[in-house]
């Protein structure tokens, strides 16, 4: 089954607004990340949340974890022109190297 | 600049045609992996080779065969792809601690077959 569903599928939002995007899982998992996609490019990792944590601030990023809805989400204060791009979240399970990725969110920010 | 570099960046083959994509860490790491993206779906996993051994296939049809001669290099030879395998192929590495599961990306090969 598939993990790590984001929600919306994409979002438009003026400079200096928040973004918030949502993801949802199926299974337990030992920690969930967030990862950053420029078009075409590769991703890049923005930040790592552990299932026994439930909040996690990283710059203007703050991501929040409840294992019990089996959801977390991504919150971008202040956004930027830059912060264009496209937001995936990304699940691992305890042992393995498998991390599930989901479709990912497109933000495009106005300036 | 993330450690990880892909060549080439850009292909477009045949589909009788027989290439290879390179991947190059320059991080330390023990693990590298291939995924493919194709437009609107999520990420798919294709190999992971820890410590020069796969040790994750994700049912990928036989056309796909990786190859990792030492930790710092991974490749991916193709051959009698379909159109359908055109995608955007993203090299990754991570250093195969599994407490620590960040994942670094290439640029990714955007692959054509015609």
């Known amino acids: 089954s598939q993990q790590g569903e984001e929600d919306p599928q994409a979002l438009s939002i003026q400079e200096g607004e928040n973004a918030t995007m949502n993801c949802s899982y199926k299974?337990?998992?030992?920690?969930l990340q967030w990862y950053r996609q420029n078009s075409g490019r590769g991703l890049v990792h923005l930040i790592l949340?552990?299932?026994?944590?439930r909040e996690k601030h990283s710059g203007r990023l703050r991501v929040t974890l409840d294992t019990s809805k089996k959801s977390s989400s991504l919150l971008i204060t202040a956004s930027r022109a830059a912060d264009t791009a496209s937001y995936f979240c990304a699940t691992k399970g305890a042992g393995g190297f498998k991390t599930i990725f989901g479709a990912g969110t497109r933000l495009f920010v106005k300036a | 600049e993330t450690g990880v570099t892909q060549t080439p960046r850009h292909l477009v083959m045949g589909m009788t045609n027989k290439k290879s994509l390179k991947c190059e860490q320059h991080?330390?790491?023990?693990?590298m992996y291939w995924y493919k993206q194709s437009a609107k779906k999520p990420l798919e996993l294709m190999f992971v080779y820890s410590l020069e051994e796969r040790v994750e296939n994700n049912s990928v049809p036989s056309r796909f065969s990786p190859e990792c001669p030492n930790s710092s290099h991974l490749f991916l030879h193709l051959h009698t792809l379909q159109p359908e395998d055109s995608a955007l192929y993203l090299c990754a590495s991570s250093p195969a601690d599994r407490r620590e599961e960040t994942q670094y990306f290439g640029p990714g090969t955007r692959l054509l077959v015609l």
């Open positions: 299974t337990s998992i030992n920690n």
């Open positions: 991080l330390g790491h023990n693990a």
């Open positions: 949340i552990r299932s026994n944590e």
